[in-house]
């Protein structure tokens, strides 16, 4: 099953999760089918600060921004394990389908708490098991569960969705 990008936000924004006025960070922004819907649900109030380490997806998220007349979208092209923003600048770390692509993944994650406001959203969106489109081993449920036991961290929500999955986190 694929991804249905609108309905997940949509349901985000239905549950509060993302909000007009919130300044999100996109962890690997790809094609931009995630960033312009979180454009559009922060409203021209909000902003979304779309990362990505490719300059090619960095620029193909530029262009569809540009043709449906965003003003509210900043690029950065960089390592989402090192990020120049200062702590607590984020309301809400948008993480999609990154996590498998790198062994350690949890630099990642911590790089996302780092920027994170205290009582915001981390949303992780990652496949659920090994799919012959994508390279990579997927990471599991349980070990985003261990990863936020360890850290201390409150899983707010979480749902299994075909063959991926999305999980929030409140931090702390």
């Not at 350690?104 to 790089?111: G, H, Q, V």
């Amino acid at each position: 099953m694929f991804l249905q990008p609108k309905k997940i936000i949509q349901e985000l924004a239905s549950n509060f999760f993302i909000k007009n006025g919130d300044k999100v960070a996109e962890f690997g922004c790809g094609s931009g089918y995630f960033t312009s819907l979180l454009a559009e649900k922060v409203g021209p109030e909000g902003r979304v600060f779309a990362i990505d380490i490719l300059e090619d997806a960095i620029n193909e998220t530029k262009e569809l921004i540009d043709t449906l007349g965003f003003n509210n979208v900043i690029f950065y092209q960089g390592n989402v394990k090192n990020l120049p923003y200062e702590d607590n600048f984020f309301d809400v770390v948008f993480i999609s389908q990154i996590l498998f692509q790198n062994e350690e993944y949890e630099k990642i994650l911590d790089e996302g708490l780092r920027v994170l406001k205290e009582g915001g959203f981390m949303i992780i969106l990652e496949p659920n098991k090994k799919l012959p489109f994508l390279y990579g081993e997927p990471v599991s449920l349980e070990s985003l569960r261990s990863y936020c036991s360890i850290k201390n961290l409150k899983i707010e929500y979480q749902k299994l969705i075909g063959d991926n999955y999305y999980i929030i986190v409140v931090s702390k």
